[in-house]
């Protein structure tokens, strides 16, 4: 069994930041893929980014590349997410996921967190 702990969310202003964690437990944690979706209100839950035990890393929807990173500390068991340049159309609840790669980017991780909102203002 794996659990999954976030943390980081918050309300920040148009063009800022924030870094998202998530903290891993359980034995098979550190041998999953784990990674980020998110889900604003009245929309379905998309994919955000997602990093393998090696670091390979993958990211969802353009609008995310070259504004967040995904990085992961597999000493530490934690999975993070750095976002810059936020904008208000980043506004959701961001949940932390972890299982097989292919579960990943197919939507369907058999492991989630809690979720954190992520409030950005215009």
């Known amino acids: 069994q794996v659990q999954l702990v976030e943390s980081g969310g918050g309300l920040v202003q148009a063009g800022g930041s924030l870094r998202l964690s998530c903290a891993g437990s359980?034995?098979?944690?550190?041998?999953?893929?784990a990674g980020w979706f998110r889900q604003a209100p009245g929309k379905e839950r998309d994919f955000v980014a997602a990093?393998?035990?090696?670091?390979?890393?993958?990211y969802g929807a353009d609008s995310v590349k070259g504004r967040f990173t995904i990085s992961r500390d597999n000493a530490k068991n934690t999975v993070y997410l750095q976002m810059n340049s936020l904008k208000p159309e980043d506004t959701a609840v961001y949940y932390c996921?972890?299982?097989?790669?292919?579960?990943?980017?197919?939507?369907?991780?058999?492991?989630w967190g809690q979720g954190t909102q992520v409030t950005v203002s215009s």
């Open positions: 990093i393998t035990y090696s670091g390979i890393s993958t």
């Open positions: 359980g034995r098979t944690f550190s041998s999953y893929t």
């Open positions: 996921a972890a299982g097989p790669r292919a579960t990943m980017t197919g939507g369907s991780p058999p492991y």
